[in-house]
């Protein structure tokens, strides 16, 4: 049986990262897909994720696809691709259902009406937005609680709570422009921080609840997991160049200075190591402010027993793991990437990438769960096995 081929594409701020891998869709040899190619390039022409000037992001594509294929000596025609933009946002809803079967046992039908009625309460207030992934956080039979599924329960109505996360319809579609401009078919788009989640966090993390922040450029996006499934995202407009900023200002040298000592580079310019530490732990105090604002909020704020998990390039700042461990009061490290024998990435920020190549290697050729960005509905169940143990 001939591997299947599957591109993931991650347009960040920073970098754009493309990762080839190939998979077997024989039972025998199921497993994690082997990555035969990577590729990046600087990221041009975006503005905290969304794109500002397409010629730039199509050249800066362009490039790491290039380079992709060579290392693979295979051409990506499909790709998966990810959006991790400020447009990106969530938003909740409830959605009620009576029973149609005459014994009142639920069925599938009874589960799709429901959450088809809870993104018809929202559909007016979310204008411009386009859904992106329907998550069921919970349901409720005849007012109680369901644990678990509830496919097979009997009773007279069924209620949903939901999660939608939503983004601009018009920075999905000129990100989709984009990618298929340079010949290459869109097959689905993800938000980038659920994209990382299949690569950066455990199950048994995911299940006792958890939240993963990915600290980029530009932008610092987290996913909040609890009981297997996400139950919340959310993108902020700050990222580690603010650090940058602040350092150039705080010790009056240049930008690309900044940057080398950020990163913990030699430098030639003299300043004080103690000032360096007070302006970085500022600003990493602010985004983590920011977090701790977003769990109380979604009332989770000191109740994820597996702490907070940190990627992106701001994750190698020397103080960010006590300062998040201080300011959200929760259990706190690094990310590492564990590829298995997929050497060809080296560190977390190949995260989306390569999570977007597992989720297209776990599709199988189903419909996928998330296909909203060019399908108009989809089966929530069909994503949602990609959680489940």
């Not at 207030?125 to 998550?135: G, Q, T």
């Not at 290459?184 to 993390?205: C, G, N, R, W, Y």
């Not at 040298?253 to 360096?276: D, H, Q, T, V």
């Not at 700042?317 to 997929?342: C, F, Q, Y």
Request: charged letters at 25%.
């Amino acid at each position: 049986m001939k591997d299947r081929i599957i591109a993931g594409i991650d347009v960040g701020t920073y970098q754009v990262k493309v990762v080839i891998a190939s998979c077997s869709d024989s039972k025998q040899e199921k497993g994690l897909p082997k990555i035969i190619g990577t590729g990046f390039a600087e990221s041009r022409g975006l503005r905290n994720g969304y794109i500002i000037n397409e010629t730039d992001v199509i050249r800066s594509v362009r490039s790491a696809v290039l380079q992709a294929e060579k290392v693979a000596g295979v051409e990506a025609k499909k790709a998966y691709v990810s959006i991790g933009s400020v447009g990106l946002d969530e938003i909740f809803s409830r959605g009620e259902v009576v029973i149609s079967r005459a014994d009142s046992e639920i069925t599938q039908a009874d589960v799709d009406k429901a959450m088809q009625d809870s993104e018809e309460r929202i559909e007016d207030s979310i204008p411009n937005r386009k859904i992106l992934h329907a998550i069921p956080v919970s349901y409720t039979v005849d007012n109680e609680p369901v644990l678990g599924r509830p496919h097979g329960l009997k009773g007279t109505k069924l209620t949903v709570e939901s999660l939608f996360v939503t983004c601009y319809e018009q920075h999905i579609n000129d990100l989709v422009n984009v990618i298929e401009s340079i010949g290459i078919i869109v097959e689905d788009v993800m938000a980038a921080p659920l994209a990382a989640s299949f690569v950066m966090l455990t199950k048994a993390q995911k299940r006792a609840g958890c939240i993963l922040a990915n600290i980029g450029a530009e932008t610092v996006s987290i996913a909040v997991f609890e009981n297997t499934f996400p139950v919340s995202v959310k993108v902020f407009p700050i990222g580690s160049n603010d650090i940058t900023n602040d350092i150039a200002l705080g010790l009056k040298i240049p930008l690309e200075e900044a940057e080398k000592i950020k990163r913990g580079g030699m430098s030639s310019m003299n300043y004080s190591k103690r000032r360096l530490e007070e302006i970085i732990s500022a600003r990493l105090s602010d985004i983590f402010e920011l977090i701790d604002a977003h769990l109380k909020r979604i009332k989770r704020d000191g109740l994820l027993p597996a702490g907070i998990v940190i990627t992106g390039g701001g994750s190698g700042l020397s103080t960010v793991e006590d300062l998040a461990r201080a300011s959200l009061r929760l259990p706190s490290k690094i990310a590492t990437l564990d590829a298995g024998n997929n050497s060809k990435i080296r560190d977390a920020s190949w995260a989306v990438a390569y999570g977007l190549c597992m989720w297209g290697a776990s599709d199988n050729d189903k419909v996928s769960g998330v296909s909203i960005a060019k399908q108009a509905k989809q089966s929530i169940l069909s994503w949602f096995n990609q959680f489940l143990p």
